[in-house]
């Protein structure tokens, strides 16, 4: 690590695309997602893709957040106003919420999944999965 400047290991995604968003389960798996509007579950034991969810969102990937429920499931965040939550090692959609426009950003409660997000219009909308 001191030769590497601190850096334990560089995740990159495919040639040319850029990883807007980084997230890490409890049990240290790690997520990222991008301008490929792909997530991919990395095992940092190993440093290998251990699945990946193509086409998980419409737009750029902006935001993650693995569930605390059961972290199989990833809130996705794209620049548009939806946010999804899906199965990763199945790459499918369980459910989807939208705002009233594009996302600026969003958080998840560390130990429930309820999540807020901020819109361009100033609107805060907050959603308990566990009611969807």
């Known amino acids: 690590m001191n030769n590497n400047g601190g850096c334990v290991h560089r995740i990159t995604g495919s040639v040319g695309d850029i990883i807007y968003s980084t997230c890490s389960s409890p049990s240290g798996l ?3 997602g991008g ?3 792909a997530v991919t579950i990395y095992d940092p034991r190993r440093w290998s893709a251990l699945s990946r969810w193509v086409g ?3 737009f750029e990937i902006t ?3 693995f569930s ?3 972290e199989s499931f990833i809130y996705v ?3 548009d106003y ?3 939550c ?3 090692k199945q790459s499918e959609r369980a459910f989807s919420f939208r705002g009233d426009s594009n996302w600026l950003g969003f958080s998840k409660c560390a130990n429930n999944d309820v999540i807020a997000g901020w819109c361009e219009s100033g609107s805060i909308f907050i959603a308990d999965a566990r009611q969807l």
Do not use: F, N, P, Y
């Open 30 to 32: 790690i997520a990222s």
């Open 63 to 65: 935001g993650l957040a």
């Open 68 to 70: 605390s429920v059961d």
């Open 35 to 37: 301008t490929d509007r």
């Open 82 to 84: 939806e946010i999804t």
């Open 86 to 88: 899906g199965h990763w």
């Open 56 to 58: 998980c969102s419409k």
């Open 77 to 79: 965040q794209g620049v």
